[in-house]
């Protein structure tokens, strides 16, 4: 009898593991419509108003130069201060500015070296810092792995001006680094993040603010709390969205898509970084997170092959199908180069087995250091 009941119920978890699949190919196609309907022109900028750029730094990361010189030579209408911050006088990103002084000397450029904290967010606890220094009060936070094409400034603060929005933010794609470690993070931003933010946008299911990029104005800012409001947050990017929708104001996503540079050097730090990209955004929307699920039909029709459910085989094929024709529409939406299309089956494996373990346990590690956090997303302590 028992034996017959453990029959019984891995063939219903292969049915629904193949009901889950299909449910996967029904999301699958929306995505692609959404990338397909994604528009390909954008309303003429508005004139610019002065700004200040702040950019957090944490080490000189590969290619670090050529990201900050690209905000430096910005073609923008009106007076720029880009602000640079590093936490001690021994962060070798210091040494990227003080080159980026030298090679661009009409720049208003300002380093900020402060090792006060202002709560366990060390990013944000740098931007509290950095922020004294800001003479302007249109404000564009960008991190420093980020890479912005040419009119980027230009975009983003006339889009600020615009009626209702109180913050303005950008939709990123993922840049591999140097090694296969780094490309496999490029392509879950690329194939699982992107698609799914795309939808999200279009069908006004949601209203994000990714730190890729936060414009706001210095008063709505104040407004808020200030940054250092946010010194406890895991997630501080959508704390301040949230924060600005509260005053009635919007979080209005950027025509510009910015890139963001994956530099993930071995298996741990790919670990890492899926694991607390997962966990924060299973604090944000738990019950969304679970639904997630479905978003992995290859797996999913996997499991029921494996499981001795025939249907997997034919859902497995149309959901690889389907995957490889999200990838093309996603190179073609975002004009990205080609991707090794045989690792994607590896990586839906690799980050359906990160959404299972994010269910599990509180720790996420960030630039190398490691942290404790409540249900509620609040940074406990570091060890």
């Given at each position: 009898?028992?034996?017959r009941?453990?029959e019984?119920l891995?063939?219903?978890?292969?049915?629904?593991?193949a009901?889950?699949?299909?449910?996967?190919?029904?999301?699958?196609?929306?995505?692609?419509v959404?990338?397909?309907?994604?528009?390909?022109?954008?309303?003429?900028?508005l004139p610019?108003?002065?700004?200040?750029v702040?950019?957090?730094?944490?080490?000189?990361?590969?290619?670090?130069?050529a990201?900050?010189?690209?905000?430096?030579?910005?073609?923008?209408?009106?007076?720029?201060?880009l602000?640079?911050?590093?936490?001690?006088?021994?962060?070798?990103?210091?040494?990227?500015?003080?080159?980026?002084?030298?090679?661009?000397?009409?720049?208003?450029?300002?380093?900020v070296?402060?090792?006060?904290?202002?709560?366990c967010?060390?990013?944000?606890?740098?931007l509290?810092?950095?922020?004294?220094?800001?003479?302007?009060?249109?404000?564009v936070?960008?991190?420093?792995?980020?890479?912005?094409?040419?009119?980027?400034?230009t975009?983003?603060?006339?889009?600020?001006?615009?009626?209702?929005a109180?913050?303005?933010?950008?939709?990123?794609y993922?840049?591999?680094?140097?090694?296969?470690?780094?490309?496999?993070?490029?392509?879950?931003?690329?194939f699982?993040f992107?698609?799914?933010?795309?939808?999200?946008?279009?069908?006004?299911?949601?209203?994000?603010?990714?730190g890729?990029?936060?414009?706001?104005?210095?008063?709505?800012?104040?407004?808020?709390?200030?940054?250092?409001?946010?010194?406890?947050?895991?997630?501080?990017?959508?704390?301040?969205?949230a924060?600005?929708?509260?005053?009635?104001?919007?979080?209005?996503?950027?025509?510009?898509?910015?890139?963001?540079?994956?530099?993930?050097?071995?298996?741990?730090?790919?670990?890492?970084?899926?694991l607390?990209?997962a966990?924060?955004?299973?604090?944000?929307?738990p019950?969304?997170?679970?639904?997630?699920?479905?978003?992995?039909?290859?797996?999913?029709?996997?499991?029921?092959?494996?499981?001795?459910?025939?249907?997997?085989?034919?859902?497995?094929?149309?959901a690889l199908a389907?995957?490889?024709?999200?990838?093309?529409?996603?190179?073609?939406?975002?004009?990205?180069?080609?991707h090794?299309?045989?690792?994607?089956?590896?990586?839906?494996?690799l980050?359906?087995?990160?959404?299972?373990?994010a269910f599990?346990?509180?720790?996420?590690?960030?630039?190398?250091?490691?942290?404790?956090?409540?249900?509620?997303?609040?940074?406990?302590?570091?060890?």
């Open positions: 009898m028992i034996p009941l453990g019984d891995l063939v219903c978890f292969a049915q629904a593991c009901i889950a699949a299909m449910a996967g190919l029904a999301l699958m196609s929306l995505n692609i959404a990338l397909l309907r994604r528009p390909r022109s954008w309303p003429k900028a610019a108003d002065p700004v200040t702040l950019v957090p730094l944490c080490g000189a990361e590969d290619g670090l130069f990201r900050l010189a690209a905000l430096c030579r910005q073609a923008y209408g009106g007076p720029v201060q602000v640079f911050g590093a936490s001690s006088a021994s962060d070798p990103a210091i040494r990227v500015v003080s080159r980026l002084v030298r090679e661009f000397p009409a720049a208003r450029i300002d380093l070296v402060d090792p006060r904290s202002h709560g967010n060390r990013k944000v606890s740098n509290v810092n950095m922020l004294e220094r800001a003479r302007h009060d249109t404000l936070f960008v991190d420093s792995d980020i890479v912005v094409p040419p009119g980027y400034l975009r983003i603060v006339s889009e600020l001006a615009r009626e209702g109180g913050a303005v933010t950008c939709l990123y993922g840049v591999a680094g140097a090694g296969r470690w780094a490309a496999m993070s490029s392509m879950s931003i690329n699982h992107l698609p799914d933010a795309v939808l999200g946008v279009w069908l006004r299911l949601a209203e994000p603010c990714f890729a990029t936060i414009a706001i104005s210095r008063q709505l800012l104040e407004r808020v709390g200030g940054l250092a409001a946010f010194g406890d947050c895991l997630y501080d990017d959508h704390a301040i969205g924060a600005v929708r509260q005053t009635g104001q919007r979080v209005a996503i950027s025509s510009v898509v910015v890139g963001h540079v994956c530099l993930e050097r071995s298996s741990r730090e790919l670990l890492d970084t899926q607390r990209r966990r924060t955004i299973r604090m944000i929307n019950i969304g997170y679970a639904g997630s699920l479905v978003t992995y039909p290859s797996v999913l029709a996997l499991i029921a092959l494996l499981l001795g459910n025939l249907q997997g085989l034919p859902i497995l094929a149309a389907l995957r490889l024709v999200e990838c093309a529409s996603i190179e073609r939406a975002f004009q990205l180069p080609r090794r299309y045989l690792d994607v089956l590896a990586r839906d494996v980050a359906f087995g990160v959404y299972l373990t599990f346990g509180d720790e996420v590690v960030w630039r190398g250091s490691r942290y404790r956090t409540s249900r509620r997303g609040t940074l406990l302590a570091d060890s």
